[in-house]
């Protein structure tokens, strides 16, 4: 499977490659493939790569009129929509910079984001983004012209997408020839939860590395690959599997512009890979629990299929099975999986992807039960994405090997560090801290604490900055601890607590689906979750489950007393990144006297 490739295989076959000039190919083999998708109310409207590439023509015309040239940088804000796509290929060929941003920015962010990448010109979707740069025109004069994609909100600004596609065509190939491999290709702002966003600066040669990469690690051909566009693009996964990947190799990409109907959408468009970070999946799997809990003894049926399937489907990853095995494996899919997997959109998902935050074992391993190809990535925005990844032989637990061509291995205190054609040149505009990442031999120091098996399989243990060193001096992963709390069927996300406390405890919040079918199960009268939450038999129930969980941990390491909450932490919040990271300070300040009662 090309699993061995060294550096220089990789290095030689993308060389002279840019994304403008890759995507042009694209457009050459397959004019007339889907490459877009959207929902317009209810029906479903798209672009063939040969419609994209127009488009991605009059726009880089209309680029080069507001004064878009080489150099430049270009600062897009806007949800999950086609448009995205062009604009951000249409820069590229003008030579300059796309750098997405968080929809979530507030207007102090916004100055900052925009004025440290140095932003000429700013791409919004519509009046509520546009505002954000209006209040802070004033702090970046660098900022020459605003651009919006809402015609109704064009007054507002120096003028509109609609405007801005209505050129002759530019002579792409022209375009594409200016681009170098070594040219930026974006600037990935960090998620900011230690301190100000760093800019990752990747490049033309990094993106096309990355993507040379996965290519040796799928068993298809990717032409064609249905898969759906919902986390943000300012997010390094979602840019490089859906945006770049879609580009270079005639994926068809579905955006969906609200990452909380990913769900219902999969259930229309039947993706053939899916990527999420854990609480996609975490959701799907507590829908279709809560479902079945309405029916004891379906409910108690489909886990004893589970139960059956598992070894089999975790064997399947590492060997050929026997025909008695593929013979019950095919028996159990008929009679209790394949209509779930219909029934949740997941029938035709030939790869499925969980990153960003670890993923609970037997979450990951009930995917696998049931038919869905689950496996586990790691990696961050400095490495273009991926790291470690195995998408067919899969260990629970572990997140896969080292891509091709990439060296990953352990410092002396454990920290993961990697070599690669992924790994970034540095941080725009920031030697100091480019320092700390990359040493002078060119690793990239991850910030992770791993372990490496002997067969080259990497488990994560913690962020170094987040281990918790209890008063008593042991070093504990809360990762580890809130994987294993949010396998209690009632607890929906947790955050462990214990730094320079005297023993670990943890704040869990009640799953806003699973919790409600159990109490009517229970034969609980309730109004709300919050009812739920201060109900006696929940906490019974969520500290059994707590023992139960916590008992292959050290007593050290153990929670020994939780707060139930009731409020779901939502992405983008107080809680949570964008893309479900927890803010542990934001937690801390929040909950403050929550956690300051666990101790009294």
Not at 169 to 175: E, I, N, V
Not at 316 to 332: D, I
Not at 383 to 398: A, F, H, R, V
């Amino acid at each position: 499977m090309g699993k061995q490739a060294t550096k220089e295989e990789i290095d030689a076959a993308v060389e002279g490659q840019t994304v403008p000039a890759q995507f042009l190919k694209t457009v050459a083999a397959h004019p007339d493939r889907v490459a877009l998708r959207w929902k317009e109310g209810d029906d479903w409207a798209s672009w063939t790569f040969g419609e994209y590439a127009d488009l991605v023509a009059r726009a880089t015309t209309g680029l080069s009129h507001v004064g878009v040239g080489p150099g430049d940088r270009v600062v897009l804000m806007m949800r999950n929509r086609p448009e995205f796509h062009v604009l951000d290929m249409a820069v590229l060929m003008r030579g300059a910079t796309p750098i997405s941003i968080y929809n979530s920015s507030s207007a102090d962010q916004v100055a900052y984001l925009a004025g440290h990448s140095e932003a000429s010109v700013a791409i919004v979707e519509d009046a509520g983004f546009l505002e954000r740069f209006t209040k802070v025109r004033d702090k970046l004069p660098g900022l020459r012209t605003t651009v919006v994609l809402d015609e109704a909100s064009a007054c507002d600004a120096d003028g509109s997408y609609a405007r801005l596609i209505d050129h002759e065509p530019a002579d792409l190939d022209t375009s594409a020839a200016t681009v170098k491999p070594d040219d930026l290709v974006t600037v990935i702002y960090t998620s900011g939860t230690t301190g100000p966003p760093k800019g990752v600066r990747l490049s033309h040669y990094n993106i096309c590395w990355t993507a040379e990469s996965y290519m040796r690690l799928i068993d298809r051909d990717p032409v064609g690959l249905r898969t759906i566009s919902y986390l943000p693009m300012a997010h390094v996964a979602e840019r490089v599997a859906t945006h770049y990947l879609g580009a270079l190799f005639a994926e068809e990409v579905t955006t969906c512009p609200d990452p909380t109907q990913v769900a219902a959408y999969a259930r229309e468009i039947h993706p053939q890979a899916l990527f999420g970070v854990p609480r996609v999946w975490e959701k799907i799997y507590a829908g279709v629990n809560a479902a079945l809990a309405a029916d004891p003894e379906k409910s108690q049926k489909f886990g004893e299929a589970i139960d059956a399937a598992k070894p089999l489907a975790l064997a399947k990853a590492m060997r050929e099975l026997t025909a008695e095995e593929e013979a019950t494996l095919a028996f159990l899919d008929e009679v209790a999986f394949a209509p779930v997997r219909a029934l949740i959109g997941l029938d035709a998902c030939e790869v499925a992807v969980s990153g960003a935050a670890p993923i609970p074992v037997e979450i990951l391993e009930w995917f696998r039960a049931i038919g869905v190809p689950m496996s586990e990535i790691y990696g961050m925005s400095e490495n273009s994405g991926p790291l470690t990844w195995d998408p067919y032989e899969i260990k629970p637990g572990t997140v896969g090997r080292q891509i091709p061509g990439c060296t990953v291995q352990l410092a002396e205190d454990g920290e993961i560090v990697a070599k690669g054609g992924n790994v970034f040149d540095g941080y725009l505009g920031d030697p100091e801290k480019t320092a700390d990442a990359l040493d002078d031999e060119g690793w990239l120091h991850t910030g992770d604490i791993g372990e490496i098996d002997d067969e080259g399989y990497v488990r994560i243990v913690d962020r170094k900055k987040e281990l918790i060193i209890t008063a008593g001096g042991k070093n504990v992963s809360p990762a580890n601890l809130e994987a294993n709390l949010k396998m209690i069927p009632l607890v929906g996300q947790a955050c462990a607590i214990g730094d320079q406390r005297p023993f670990v405890s943890a704040l869990v919040v009640l799953d806003p689906e699973i919790a409600p079918a159990w109490a009517r199960s229970q034969g609980i009268e309730f109004d709300s979750i919050a009812d739920l939450a201060a109900n006696p038999a929940v906490k019974d129930e969520v500290e059994r489950g707590v023992a139960d969980v916590m008992s292959v941990f050290s007593n050290a390491e153990q929670v020994k007393k939780v707060t139930i909450l009731s409020d779901e932490w939502l992405p983008d919040s107080e809680e949570l990144t964008p893309t479900s990271k927890l803010k542990r300070r934001g937690v801390h300040a929040k909950y403050a006297e929550e956690i300051e009662a666990l101790y009294r």
